[in-house]
């Protein structure tokens, strides 16, 4: 199921900073960019995530995006991935998988239960204005493609 020019799921989750986040209230400042995760211990997701990092800022403080990472993982094991991979940004836990299952899925594996890839650019009237999942633990969206996703006005730049 494809959610790109729909509705995007609403959702609350703890962050690693010991809050919660609401989509609905990070689209009332601007854009917003979900990013689901396979699970704390994904050396691929932590590479992924760095790279959201990196333009965290400039995103947030040029255009108004905040980056919402959700990891389908225990607070204190998202906590020990943030500092782990020495991450900027917060983290969302989501230790039952529902928000994964309503994005792009969620799978067991030796693991456990986790999330299946996925990255969702979300514009402020909450349409999903792209979006990327996995058809591989290695196949990724980073960052930098999103920020010029969605400074060329959500178009393909390239």
Request: net charge negative; with cysteine; charged share 25%.
């Amino acid at each position: 199921m494809s959610l790109e020019n729909e509705q995007a799921p609403d959702f609350t989750l703890e962050s690693t900073a010991g809050e919660p986040i609401t989509l609905s209230e990070t689209l009332e400042e601007g854009p917003t960019v979900v990013v689901i995760n396979r699970g704390y211990w994904c050396s691929f997701c932590a590479e992924q995530l760095q790279t959201f990092s990196e333009v965290s800022y400039d995103l947030w403080f040029n255009d108004g995006v905040d980056i919402l990472p959700v990891v389908p993982s225990s607070l204190g094991r998202v906590t020990e991935m943030r500092d782990r991979y020495d991450l900027d940004i917060q983290l969302l836990c989501d230790p039952d998988g529902e928000v994964a299952e309503r994005y792009s899925g969620t799978e067991r594996t030796s693991h456990g239960l986790t999330g299946i890839s996925g990255v969702y650019v979300i514009d402020s009237d909450s349409e999903v204005r792209y979006e990327q999942v996995a058809d591989d633990v290695t196949d990724r969206t980073y960052g930098n493609w999103v920020r010029y996703f969605i400074r060329n006005d959500f178009e393909d730049p390239f």
